[in-house]
């Protein structure tokens, strides 16, 4: 077992899965994989289980019945990962939009000491995004002002999916307590992580428009991160974070 888990929820992405598994594989660094699948009907759950029975040590599989959503994956993923004793958590998404390779400069920021959380940013140096419509792009970057104006976050992109977590944070938070899920979550996780007294730090990163599937974009989780950001101010306000 290596010291380091990658985080990957998944719905209908069998066309990226296994390539993706074999580049984390593939990485000098050495990580191992949970894939949280939830009940993918194009049998995404079945590819990753071909791959454990090559990597039974380096692969695991959460298979949960139906779409629970984004922020309950990644919640079972951090049980797994502490549970398991991995020191270092990282999240990714399976498209292809985060980078595998980018994954050891978030892993060595951790791992140096320069921050209990390492944030791969699409906004840290301008803009690096490329496929994105305009309109996404604007609604993008302005949810990520809007949702550091209200909580006061010290880092561009609020609502990076791609981490790197120091288990002692995971520790300190109450998972329980942790309400989002879409977009929404990752805001929520760096706010609870940045008042809990740990130091968040950006990496930049390309961010590309996902190669394979559909987006998972929807209304209801904009609408959700609309209001996440006021009910994480005022619960910090009044001291029940």
Same mark, same amino acid.
Request: charge should be neutral; hydrophobic fraction near 45%.
């Given at each position: 077992m290596n010291d380091t888990l990658v985080i990957i929820p998944t719905y209908n992405e069998a066309h990226n899965i296994g390539r993706l598994i074999d580049i984390?594989?593939?990485? +000098? /660094? #050495?990580?191992?994989?949970?894939?949280?699948?939830?009940?993918?009907?194009? #049998? $995404?759950?079945? @590819?990753v289980k071909q791959k454990i029975s090559a990597n039974p040590d380096r692969i695991h599989l959460i298979e949960r019945e139906g779409k629970l959503g984004l922020g309950t994956a990644y919640v079972? #993923?951090?049980?797994?990962?502490? =549970?398991?004793?991995? $020191?270092?958590i990282c999240e990714m998404d399976a498209d292809f939009s985060h980078n595998p390779t980018d994954i050891p400069r978030l892993i060595e920021t951790v791992k140096?000491?320069?921050?209990?959380?390492?944030?791969?940013?699409?906004? *840290?140096?301008?803009?690096? /995004?490329? +496929?994105?419509?305009?309109?996404?792009?604007? @609604? =993008?970057?302005?949810?990520n002002l809007y949702a550091r104006f209200i909580t006061g976050l010290p880092i561009k992109d609020t609502t990076a999916g791609f981490k790197c977590i120091h288990r002692k944070v995971l520790e300190a938070l109450n998972l329980d307590k942790i309400s989002s +899920?879409?977009?929404?979550?990752?805001?929520? /996780?760096h706010f609870r992580a940045w008042k809990a007294g740990f130091s968040l730090k950006e990496?930049?990163?390309?961010?590309?428009?996902?190669?394979? #599937?559909?987006?998972?974009?929807?209304? =209801?989780?904009?609408?959700?991160?609309?209001?996440?950001?006021? *009910?994480l101010k005022f619960k910090s306000l009044v001291g029940s974070l």
């Open positions: 984390l594989l593939s990485l +000098n /660094i #050495g990580v191992d994989v949970l894939v949280v699948d939830d009940g993918s009907p194009d #049998g $995404t759950a079945d @590819l079972a #993923g951090f049980r797994f990962a502490l =549970s398991k004793k991995y $020191t270092y140096s000491g320069d921050a209990d959380v390492a944030v791969g940013s699409r906004y *840290s140096k301008g803009i690096s /995004i490329v +496929n994105w419509p305009l309109s996404r792009l604007i @609604l =993008s970057y302005c949810a +899920n879409g977009y929404a979550f990752q805001i929520e /996780i990496v930049s990163i390309i961010f590309r428009e996902r190669e394979e #599937g559909v987006s998972k974009m929807s209304r =209801s989780i904009v609408r959700e991160a609309v209001w996440r950001v006021w *009910s």
